[in-house]
């Protein structure tokens, strides 16, 4: 007899980026999928992980993280935000941003309540809130700009609203949100008791002279938020998956009793290299806006003779791309299309939609060096 399992999950496939990855490597296709770059990550960093292994610190971290970490997220924190942050009780190390998010989700989220979310949103918000027994209300963000319809945002609110996540710079379409934009924010959820879920992993890619604006700046929405980053994005080693939340001590405790028994802990040598070289390159975010808007710019420039049609993104190292001036085939399979014909793997946009737009949009990662930018628009420009 064979078992049969009732899936919690039964909408949930594999991932695309799995799924655009595998195809990119069967056919040898240039990978601006899936988001990592190609490039290293700097010496100084990578020596000290080697120097922590190698020192024997190889066993389980503090279950928040490694204090000299806490302690050096708490400095940045203040810096960037001028929030005062307690290390203690306000920052919590977790194994990459997603485990952060889910710990969130988990945490918060009852059978019944209601999340809202803004589509096209990040695809592991709505599997986690479906496991806590929640719905996603997901409001669309319109083409071109993809901004919040904060209206729509006002009619969707109702006594089960939980939670809202948002997601600034956005993932896919590069948007940001503006300072009027967490105004209109804390109108809204001034006197309920709806809790917010900001994923700010790419806060320190926005260009163009534009500022990222945390929730952790606004008073009134920190008091209400988990605030998400990840080191993955920042030091250029999605693979380390190390991430934090920063939250006041009331959520930071409940997140620690998921975090806790979700994980226990982050990888200890990682933590330690990262708490050193944030000490011994405090300055290192602060030429990440340039470096990458350099890269945006690059990508571009050479997409510029191409049927693609598009607007340089404003933040994240994705750059949307309209071709419908090419195809009027469905994003799955022109994304497939394009790395299995053409060489370059993309990621479709309608998988992060509940109702998927007419327009169609392809997502190219530009985390890669000149040279990989360049060899992939040439083929682009051939199309
Ligand atoms: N949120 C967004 C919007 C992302 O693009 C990513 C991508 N990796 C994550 C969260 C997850 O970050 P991490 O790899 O640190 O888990
Ligand atoms: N965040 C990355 C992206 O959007 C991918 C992370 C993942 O593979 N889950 O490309």
Same mark, same amino acid.
């Given at each position: 007899? /064979?078992?049969?399992?009732?899936?919690?999950?039964?909408?949930?496939?594999?991932?695309?980026?799995?799924?655009?990855?595998? #195809?990119?490597?069967?056919?040898?296709?240039?990978?601006?999928?899936?988001?990592?770059?190609?490039?290293?990550?700097?010496? +100084?960093? #990578?020596?000290?992980?080697?120097?922590?292994? &190698?020192?024997?610190?190889?066993?389980?971290? !503090? @279950?928040?993280?490694?204090?000299?970490?806490?302690?050096?997220? +708490?400095?940045?924190?203040?810096?960037?935000?001028?929030?005062?942050? /307690?290390?203690?009780?306000?920052?919590?190390?977790?194994?990459?941003?997603?485990?952060?998010?889910?710990?969130?989700?988990?945490?918060?989220?009852?059978?019944?309540?209601?999340?809202?979310?803004? =589509?096209?949103?990040?695809?592991? *918000?709505?599997?986690?809130?479906?496991? /806590?027994?929640?719905?996603?209300?997901?409001?669309?963000?319109?083409?071109?700009?993809?901004?919040?319809?904060?209206?729509?945002?006002?009619?969707?609110?109702?006594?089960?609203?939980?939670?809202?996540? #948002?997601?600034? !710079?956005?993932?896919?379409?590069?948007?940001?949100?503006?300072?009027?934009?967490?105004?209109?924010? +804390?109108?809204?959820?001034?006197?309920?008791?709806?809790?917010?879920?900001? =994923?700010?992993?790419?806060?320190?890619?926005?260009?163009?002279?534009?500022?990222?604006?945390?929730?952790?700046?606004?008073?009134?929405?920190?008091?209400?938020?988990?605030?998400?980053?990840?080191?993955?994005?920042?030091?250029?080693?999605?693979?380390?998956?190390?991430?934090?939340?920063? +939250?006041?001590?009331?959520?930071?405790?409940?997140?620690?009793?998921?975090?806790?028994?979700?994980?226990?802990?982050?990888?200890?040598?990682?933590?330690?290299?990262?708490?050193?070289? @944030?000490? /011994?390159?405090?300055?290192?975010?602060?030429?990440?806006?340039?470096?990458?808007?350099?890269?945006?710019?690059?990508?571009?420039?050479?997409?510029?003779?191409?049927?693609?049609?598009?607007?340089?993104?404003?933040?994240?190292?994705?750059?949307?791309? =309209? *071709?419908?001036?090419?195809? =009027?085939?469905?994003?799955?399979?022109?994304?497939?299309?394009?790395?299995?014909?053409?060489?370059?793997?993309?990621?479709?946009?309608?998988?992060?939609?509940?109702?998927?737009?007419?327009?169609?949009?392809?997502?190219?990662?530009?985390?890669?060096?000149?040279?990989?930018?360049?060899?992939?628009?040439?083929?682009?420009? &051939?199309?």
């Amino acid at each position: 007899m /064979s078992i049969t399992i009732n899936s919690k999950l039964p909408a949930v496939g594999t991932t695309i980026f799995t799924v655009i990855g595998e #195809l990119a490597n069967r056919h040898q296709a240039i990978n601006l999928g899936q988001g990592f770059p190609d490039f290293s990550a700097p010496q +100084a960093l #990578l020596e000290r992980v080697d120097h922590h292994i &190698r020192q024997g610190h190889n066993q389980y971290a !503090p @279950m928040a993280g490694v204090a000299r970490l806490r302690e050096a997220i +708490a400095a940045k924190i203040e810096q960037s935000y001028g929030r005062p942050v /307690s290390a203690d009780r306000e920052v919590t190390v977790t194994p990459g941003a997603t485990v952060a998010l889910y710990c969130a989700i988990t945490a918060c989220v009852r059978p019944g309540d209601e999340v809202i979310v803004f =589509d096209p949103a990040y695809d592991s *918000y709505e599997p986690a809130i479906e496991l /806590s027994g929640g719905r996603a209300v997901h409001l669309p963000l319109l083409p071109p700009a993809f901004a919040v319809d904060w209206q729509r945002v006002k009619d969707a609110i109702t006594p089960r609203t939980r939670m809202i996540i #948002l997601n600034s !710079p956005h993932n896919p379409t590069g948007a940001t949100l503006l300072a009027e934009d967490l105004a209109t924010l +804390a109108e809204l959820v001034r006197d309920t008791d709806i809790l917010l879920l900001s =994923d700010e992993v790419y806060e320190h890619l926005v260009y163009d002279g534009v500022t990222h604006q945390s929730l952790l700046q606004h008073d009134e929405l920190a008091a209400r938020a988990f605030v998400v980053f990840s080191f993955g994005k920042t030091y250029h080693v999605t693979g380390w998956k190390t991430g934090y939340c920063i +939250a006041p001590a009331a959520l930071t405790a409940e997140l620690r009793k998921v975090h806790q028994y979700v994980t226990f802990v982050a990888v200890t040598p990682i933590q330690l290299a990262l708490a050193d070289f @944030m000490q /011994s390159c405090p300055q290192h975010h602060q030429q990440l806006a340039a470096f990458y808007q350099r890269k945006r710019d690059l990508f571009c420039e050479q997409m510029a003779g191409s049927r693609f049609h598009f607007s340089p993104a404003k933040g994240t190292f994705f750059q949307l791309m =309209d *071709y419908s001036e090419i195809s =009027d085939q469905e994003d799955l399979a022109m994304a497939e299309w394009l790395t299995r014909e053409q060489g370059v793997a993309a990621i479709p946009v309608s998988v992060f939609y509940e109702e998927p737009p007419a327009a169609r949009y392809v997502r190219f990662c530009f985390a890669k060096e000149d040279e990989t930018l360049i060899r992939a628009a040439e083929l682009l420009c &051939r199309i």
